[in-house]
Nanobody, 121 residues
């Protein structure tokens, strides 16, 4: 149905930047809301930011002003631009999408496999 593939993670120094990408592939779907979650060791998975089909964004307070979420509906891709990174941003970042699957027909939630982001000097 829908496969989500993340890219762009890695090791960066404090104050640096990374851009995560999440490309959705498959057929017969329309993505409604897409977002990024993260999970640090010993912590629960938490929302970082999401964006709806109209482009309205929601960014959690801990990253507001540093992270920006955007989407390209033609490419079925969602991005997370992360600036001024801090060690506490270290986590596995997961892409999430709520998509309408025409063959079902109903909404389903899909997850990517995760990409590691490490902020360390």
């Amino acid at each position: 149905q829908v496969q989500l593939v993340e890219s762009g993670g890695g090791l960066v120094q404090p104050g640096g930047s990374l851009r995560l990408s999440c490309a959705a592939s498959g057929s017969g779907f329309t993505i409604n809301t897409a977002g990024w979650y993260r999970q640090a060791p010993g912590n629960q998975r938490e929302l970082v930011a999401d964006i709806d089909s109209g482009g309205r964004t929601n960014v959690v307070d801990s990253v507001k002003g540093r992270f920006t979420i955007s989407r390209d509906n033609v490419k079925n891709t969602v991005y997370l631009q992360m600036n001024s990174l801090k060690p506490e941003d270290t986590a596995v970042y997961y892409c999430n999408a709520v998509a309408y699957v025409w063959s079902l027909p109903t909404y389903r939630t899909f997850w990517g496999q995760g990409t590691q982001v490490t902020v360390s000097s």
